[in-house]
């Protein structure tokens, strides 16, 4: 098992006009579900959960493989912790202008320490069923989500037929083509999978079927099962999104940095990762067979499992809402990571 590393983001420029900066200003960071330090706190409390449950998981097998490759099990869970963190600053996702062509990885209303336009692809769809890939639930797509918030309308209004950089040579502004990475041609053919996908279906933002988180998820998974890494299955442990209630109601405005700023904030005082809930929600999943080679169906019983039981934290920003969505969310989260590290320990 190796500890490999992944290019972090550039810094993005700004190409807003003055007019828009006005508006971006009172507009929320666009969302990237759960913040990083509940991301990390997550991990470190599954495998903290299997330390302390060896007879019901698959823990020494994980303790022997991650020693066998030469680590200790502190060096392991912080950087595959860490590495669950990292796609949200991933810099694999370039939009471009409908008029200039100028492509961009973020949007001024974002953050200088996360490349937003990534996050995109960290949702999966439950309020549409199918999507033109073939994927059972797709991912964002302004134009089949049933929940718009105020994230949501501003980026779409803000990019309106902005498209997907495909590359030179492919789709293009009015006044050029400024291709900076091939999104379409990378990763949007990494999350692809077996799916069917044509440059087209990204012209225009409005209409764009990213694919969902699940594919993104098991597309590292499978990297993983090639060459055991740490960092890839961290990577697929970014999937704890869909837990996040917005991110299977595919919004990303509706209380959502609210709802995930409460989440950080009382984490420990509400005892959203008590063990307990935990053992409880383990038994929600059907877990992975021990050859298992698709992450995707597990992961879709915890997007399925947001959308029935956290939708409430869209509407209302009320402590005693949040604290009992909280306490299905974080240890469904818990729960399902203990799963996938289950089969992964198998596989070490």
């Known amino acids: 098992m190796s500890f490999p590393t992944l290019p972090r983001k550039s810094a993005m420029k700004n190409r807003l006009t003055a007019a828009a900066l006005v508006l971006a200003a009172f507009a929320c960071a666009p969302a990237q579900a759960w913040h990083a330090e509940t991301h990390r706190r997550i991990v470190l409390d599954a495998v903290d959960y299997m330390r302390t449950h060896p007879g019901s998981t ?5 303790e022997t493989g991650v020693t066998r490759a030469g680590y200790t099990m502190a060096e392991f869970t912080k950087v595959l912790a860490q590495s669950a963190i990292d796609p949200d600053d991933f810099a694999d996702t370039f939009i471009c202008g409908a008029t200039t062509g ?13 490349a937003a336009y990534t996050s995109y692809w960290h949702f999966q769809n439950h309020t549409a069923g ?8 797709g991912g964002y797509n302004y134009a089949k989500n049933a929940v718009h918030g105020d994230v949501d309308n501003l980026a779409a209004a803000w990019l309106v037929n902005d498209y997907l950089d495909d590359g030179p040579g492919g789709l293009d502004g009015w006044f050029g083509d400024a291709s900076k990475y091939n999104t379409y ?12 996908s044509t440059a087209s279906m990204f012209a ?15 597309y590292y998974f499978q990297r993983f099962l090639a060459a055991p890494a740490v960092q890839t299955l961290g990577f697929a442990l970014h999937s704890t999104d ?9 919004t990303s405005g509706s209380n959502h940095t609210g709802w995930e ?12 990762n008590n063990p307990a809930l935990v053992t409880t929600a383990l038994a929600t999943f059907m877990p992975m067979t021990a050859t298992g080679q ?18 409430a934290v869209l509407s209302s920003t009320d402590h005693a809402v949040r604290a009992t969505a909280g306490r299905k969310m974080i240890p469904h989260a818990i729960a399902m990571v203990v799963h996938i590290l289950n089969r992964a320990a198998l596989r070490l």
């Open 185 to 196: 041609g990378k990763t949007e053919a990494h999350y692809r999978l077996a799916g069917y």
């Open 294 to 311: 698709d992450l995707r169906p597990l992961l879709r019983q915890g997007g399925s499992y947001s959308y029935a039981n956290g939708g």
């Open 261 to 272: 700023e409460w989440a950080e904030n009382y984490y420990y005082s509400e005892g959203l």
């Open 58 to 62: 698959n823990y020494a097998q994980l």
């Open 204 to 218: 225009d933002f409005q209409t764009m079927p990213f694919q969902p988180i699940d594919n993104l998820a098991q």
């Open 130 to 137: 199918a999507d033109v890939h073939g994927n059972p639930f």
């Open 102 to 114: 100028n492509c961009q990885g973020a949007p001024i209303w974002g953050t200088l320490t996360s």
């Open 242 to 250: 869909l837990l996040q209630p917005h991110h299977s109601w595919s």
